[in-house]
């Protein structure tokens, strides 16, 4: 790119300063939001290289999946721009350089390692949980931000639940050869989620010990050292780290630690982060109805247009879900009492909010959810429905299976069209609009 090319204003909004990094089909330059004065990493990819090179898919499932997956440990995207011959990603600047220039001088304390490894697990448990699976984790890929938090990036080899086959795997081999878990190279199908733990493993050894556990110049015996599990842990590794060492860098995938048994190790319990049990049950106190005006409604919106309670597209998977209904607060509560009696859930309800309580474990605890109501006029009701607690997906899924069917005759549609909503009074989003991260 030109001297000229690089001080450039793009689509009117960002200005573009110096190059901060590049790839092979890629190059990084700082740039400014005009409107805003926040600084910004922008990613610049040729079209004409990505369609050449037939990486046009990935792409847009790299965009896709960072626009899922919204975590304080992960870069986050703001907003995708494109012009004829490029595609611009406005990504969140992150200043303190990738993790691994830090772990290039040596090894770093085991506090300090801790530090990184619950927040790369964090993220990485969160992926998961919404059917995203990295497949290139290395310290390469792990960035720091100015006060030393972690920053997972580089989503370009991720795959969702979707690309698994009718066997629940997935079988393109993929990731960086000192990284990637033995099932990846055996090619006979592998768990996205346990390979990623696999690449963790490595990550936390190399933190600790300075150096790779599985190093060979030769492929085929690297490979070998892979597929056998054949390593071996520095003395001044503690001995509770080396046995979650050992645990992540299981070969049999069947066999290898997951991330919830992660969690309750006694070395990842000294490492002391915020309770997030605590926030999500803030979430959840219940208090008596609220008057919405036009504000409240903006606000509730996504773009300025009210959404359905359910929607089918996977992308669009969240925490938090709206529908109205001109039934009454005890209406409601009655038909939530029922679908928590067969879905076994206990439920606690006040005059305004409802909140069911799963009675059996999920992946990450007990499930539970929140309807909230908020008066819109004396006979429509807005209803704000949102996870409290446990897995995401399992939520999204306990929606579509079970709470659609017990409330399709509540949730209030127009005449004209099918989608709650649809007709209110409210101001469409532009069809010209960038496609916001």
Known sequence: MSNEDRNRVLHGKYELG?????????KVYHARNLKSGKNVAMKIVSKEKVIKVGMREQVKREISVMKMVRHHNIVNLHEVLASKSKIYFALELVRGGELFKKVEKGRIKEDE???????????????????????????????????????VSDFGLSAFSEHLRQDGLLHTSCGTPNYVAPEVIGRKGYDGAKSDIWSCGVILYVLLAGFLPFHEENIVLLYRKIHRGDFRCPPWISADARRL??????PNPNTRISISKIMQT??????????????EEKGCEGKQIETLNAFHIISLSQGFNLSPLFENKKSQEREEMRFATTKTPSSLISKLEEVANSAKFSIKKSDSSVRLQGMENGRKGKLGIAAEMFE?????????????????????????????????????????????????????????????G
């Open 113 to 151: 390692a801790r530090h990184y490894f619950y927040q790369l697990i964090s993220a990485i448990d969160f992926c998961h949980s919404r059917g995203v699976y990295h497949r290139d984790l290395k310290p390469e890929n792990l960035l720091l931000d100015e006060e030393g938090n972690l920053k």
């Open 245 to 250: 060492i050992v645990k992540m860098l299981d």
């Open 18 to 26: 110096r190059q901060l990094g590049h790839g092979t089909f890629a």
């Open 376 to 436: 819109l006029t004396p006979s429509l009701m807005v209803v704000e429905v949102k996870k409290c607690g446990g897995d995401t997906l399992e939520y999204n899924q306990f929606c579509s299976k079970e709470l659609r069917p017990a409330l399709k005759d509540i949730i209030w549609t127009s005449k004209e069209n099918d989608s709650s909503f649809s007709h209110l009074p409210i101001m469409s989003a532009s069809k010209n609009q960038t496609i916001n």
């Open 266 to 279: 006694s070395w990842m319990k000294k490492a002391v982060p915020r309770s997030l049990e605590i926030e």
